[in-house]
């Protein structure tokens, strides 16, 4: 059975690390098989809109996205296929980090400027899920 972290706060005050708990509950006799930290080292990633959708010059399993954060709106150069424009989706701008210590970088793909990645679960270290 998993159970999160913040439903057993809301009925027991727990001051104490995900993973002490466990060791604790392990210890008075319910076993806990794992800690999963969704997205533990993934930092920097926001929101953004995506506003439109153009065809990659040089690639034909490419787009080229702009996306609106907020704050600026990104070029960024992709493979998927699963958004539209009008969709909100996760974008790791430059020098965000993503699971397994990816930083991001401003790239060149195909001679056009990518200034972030949209995200796919994995990614982000909250399953296995890539689209």
């Known amino acids: 059975m998993r159970v999160s972290l913040n439903w057993l706060k809301e009925f027991v005050d727990i001051q104490i690390p995900a993973h002490e708990l466990a060791d604790r509950l392990t210890l008075a006799g319910i076993a806990v098989d ?48 699963n958004f539209n424009a009008g969709d909100v989706v996760p974008v790791a701008p430059v020098g965000a ?27 982000l270290g909250m399953g296995d899920d890539h689209e």
């Open 34 to 81: 794992r800690v999963d930290e969704p997205g533990k080292d993934v930092s920097g990633v926001i929101t953004g809109r995506v506003s439109a959708v153009l065809p990659h010059p040089n690639a034909d399993r490419l787009v080229i996205t702009r996306v609106d954060t907020g704050k600026e709106e990104l070029q960024i150069v992709t493979g998927a296929t």
């Open 97 to 123: 980090t993503l699971a397994g210590g990816v930083v991001i970088r401003r790239a060149k793909l195909r001679g056009v400027e990518s200034e972030g990645m949209l995200c796919a679960a994995d990614e």
